[in-house]
């Protein structure tokens, strides 16, 4: 029987995990559907509404979710039926 290891090449495996690395680094975001990953009034605190009523955007937002149209960094531009905001990476989830 054949040594699973002698297969085994440490210098590709390297070279996988870092091409691993950089794939989960560039996530692009756009036209992705997301969701919140907070409250309405954490939401309130952290982003910048700009387009629409406050607090309509982020209502509308936190029950129904909306739609990345653009990425700045961390910061992501969203879109949903009532106006587009401005938010962190860390307050959503993708759906």
Avoid: R
Avoid at 7 to 29: A, G, H, Q, R
């Amino acid at each position: 029987m054949k040594d699973p290891f002698s297969i085994f090449n440490l210098n590709d495996f390297k070279k996988w995990v870092n091409d691993s690395k950089e794939d989960c680094l560039n996530n692009n975001f756009v036209g992705l559907q997301v969701e919140a990953k907070t409250s309405i009034k954490k939401l309130t605190d952290v982003c910048e509404v700009l387009s629409g009523d406050l607090k309509k955007v982020l209502k509308e937002f936190h029950l129904n979710g909306g739609t990345v149209i653009s990425e700045n960094g961390n910061n992501l531009l969203i879109e949903n039926k009532k106006g587009k905001f401005e938010i962190h990476k860390a307050y959503i989830n993708i759906s």
